[in-house]
């Protein structure tokens, strides 16, 4: 935390995340330290990033959480289940990550796409062969409503996101000026009741038959 701080250049942190869980360690240790840096005024909430429901009732029995950041996006889907719905039932804020599917949702892939060395989207589940076509046609399916609106393929994705119950914003990065910008259109504009279900069924083509992988970044499947 005081890494943190400093690197940041400030005397404390608006929320200090758990980025991922650690199977070594009880969580009522990682809560408790947490707990202890928040009474100290280093940070002002907690929050925590890829647990699972069952690991986040443990760290909630040790103490408050006030937001999760899972992943999520039209072509990944898995919170919906039973993270989100517990989230609505205890006034946990969601911050989703990747929302745009690692870019697939913008629309600048093509199926004959040459990744670069060192490019690990290839090795993570969505860019396989065969689910890699049908989440290109889901993305190519936000075209009409990104024209309708004057917006990106991409901006439709996030703001269907962020409308969606229990978020309160979506994490998209940017390496540049002009994509910190097209990230920025997502918002102030709305999609419509019909738009949101629409879109929702478009998205379930490939997420209704994904098997349950372990994470985002991982091609084990669990279920």
Known sequence: CEDSMNR??????????????????DISETM???LDLKKEGKIREIGLSNFTRT???GALKI?????????????????????????????IGIVAYSPIAQGILTGKFTKDWTFKKGDKRKSTPLFQDGLFEECLAVAGALKPYAKKHGKTQGQVAINWVTSQPGMTSAIVGARNAAQMKENIG???WRLS???????????RRVTDKLPKYENFFSMRIID
Not at 8 to 25: A, C, G, L, S, W
Not at 67 to 76: A, D, E, F, G, T
Not at 193 to 201: M, N, Q, V
């Open 55 to 57: 690991q986040m009732e």
């Open 8 to 25: 940041m250049q400030t005397d404390y942190i608006d929320i200090y995340f758990i980025h991922y869980p650690n199977d070594e360690v």
């Open 193 to 203: 009741r019909e738009e949101l279900a629409e879109i929702d069924k478009i998205g």
């Open 186 to 188: 997502a918002s102030g």
């Open 32 to 34: 408790s330290a947490m």
């Open 63 to 91: 103490g408050r959480f006030e937001v999760i950041q899972p992943c999520y996006s039209l072509l990944w889907r898995f919170i919906e289940e039973d993270i989100v719905p517990f989230c609505l039932d205890n006034n």
